[in-house]
């Protein structure tokens, strides 16, 4: 059966937009401008003054973006690097595939990497720290910056769910030495297909990571040493641009969508949701997803489908150590509980109120009410 209220509408990226869209395709297509093009550089310029960054480098995708970024700090086979385990394999992966070693941590009470467990986890081969920033909230970054100051750890934020999220008035991925952000379509910011941006506050950090991303070649043209291809494609910058116009309206409205699942699921005991907006001063949050914890979560997921209902069970309901292919022994019991209960339901600027009562309504009448 299709599902009348999808997880997330993919065609609708498109569709919403069309006729500008296709303005935008006529007009890269008739200047042949497709590759680091001024649409490239405009993009990444807006990006610096909506997340008020010194500089941002367009790339191919965010987990291309968190390679450079660890090539640029001079990550070296055996050099361990903290994670929260509860993120995507990616923030993993960027720091593998370089020879580094990835150390899962648990996560708080927030879902979010645990400091505690930072302390506890570093070792002399320590060289960093890689928080995520998840579904659209910054973690407690004052705590996380100082133990990386005390133990001289480069920070790479993995914000590739968080544009326009802050914590203490500051947006993350411009807390560390870099950050990441993701433009693949389902993401808060999505382009038609790949897409990503590192933002850094470094001057010499960003001249580094724009010769990493383009073939080792300086603004010159001069080859300094071997790099990459991860450009941001032209054609989709350009879309970037056109939706970036779009983000405040879109944040806001995610904001309202999670006001509206915490007045009509809230008094639940059942499920533990995510935060309300503003009910923390602190935190600014944009609702990259909504993930709550469920009792009997997987018998819930079956009754919002057989209703048309999509949810997510994210990452194939796994913990990053918790793939036996990729050899992890640790055993993180915060975050293997909360895989057992975790469960996205909708959360996109394409669903109406009424969508969300008839969600809210699914849920309850799940739970006897
Ligand atoms: C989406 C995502 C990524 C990867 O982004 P891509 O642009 O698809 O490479 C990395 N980390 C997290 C937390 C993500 O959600």
């Excluded at 990226?13 to 890269?28: E, G, H, M, N, Q």
């Excluded at 809230?266 to 469920?294: C, I, K, M, W």
């Excluded at 194939?316 to 996205?344: I, N, R, T």
Aim: hydrophobic share 40%.
């Amino acid at each position: 059966m299709a599902l009348s209220i999808p997880f997330f509408d993919y065609p609708r990226v498109f569709t919403d937009d069309r006729d500008k869209l296709i303005r935008i395709f006529t007009d890269i297509g008739e200047r042949g401008a497709f590759i680091l093009q001024k649409d490239v550089s405009e993009f990444e310029h807006s990006l610096t003054v909506s997340t008020k960054s010194r500089h941002c480098v367009g790339v191919a995708n965010a987990t291309d973006g968190l390679e450079l970024c660890w090539m640029e700090v001079g990550i070296q086979p055996g050099d361990e690097v903290i994670i929260s385990s509860h993120t995507m394999l990616a923030t993993a992966s960027a720091i593998a595939t370089l020879g580094g070693v990835p150390v899962p941590v648990d996560i708080g009470p927030d879902g979010l990497m645990n400091p505690d467990a930072v302390e506890d986890a570093i070792t002399p081969r320590t060289i960093g720290l890689s928080p995520t920033q998840l579904n659209g909230r910054t973690c407690e970054m004052d705590r996380i910056l100082s133990i990386a100051d005390k133990h001289g750890l480069a920070i790479v934020e993995d914000s590739a769910q968080a544009l326009g999220s802050m914590f203490d008035g500051r947006y993350a991925g411009t807390f560390g030495r870099s950050g990441v952000i993701s433009f693949f379509p389902a993401k808060i910011l999505g382009s038609l297909g790949d897409g990503g941006a590192i933002l850094t506050q470094d001057s010499g950090a960003y001249a580094r990571l724009q010769e990493l991303h383009n073939h080792g070649l300086d603004a010159s043209g001069t080859v300094q040493s071997w790099g990459r291809n991860s450009r941001l494609d032209n054609l989709q910058a350009a879309v970037l641009s056109f939706k970036l116009e779009l983000l405040p309206d879109a944040i806001s409205r995610r904001r309202q969508i999670a006001s509206m699942y915490q007045e009509q699921l809230g008094h639940l005991e059942q499920l533990s949701l995510p935060p309300d907006p503003g009910s923390d001063p602190r935190h600014f949050d944009t609702y990259q997803n909504y993930e709550l914890v469920a009792e009997k979560r997987d018998s819930l997921r079956a009754h919002l489908a057989q209703r048309g209902v999509g949810t997510l069970v994210q990452w194939g309901g796994k913990a990053v150590h918790q793939f036996p292919s990729l050899g992890f022994s640790v055993s993180l019991p915060a975050v293997e509980a909360y895989f057992e209960g975790c469960l996205m339901l909708p959360m996109n600027t394409f669903i109406s109120d009424d969508d969300v009562g008839f969600i809210c309504e699914t849920v309850r009448g799940f739970y006897g009410e």
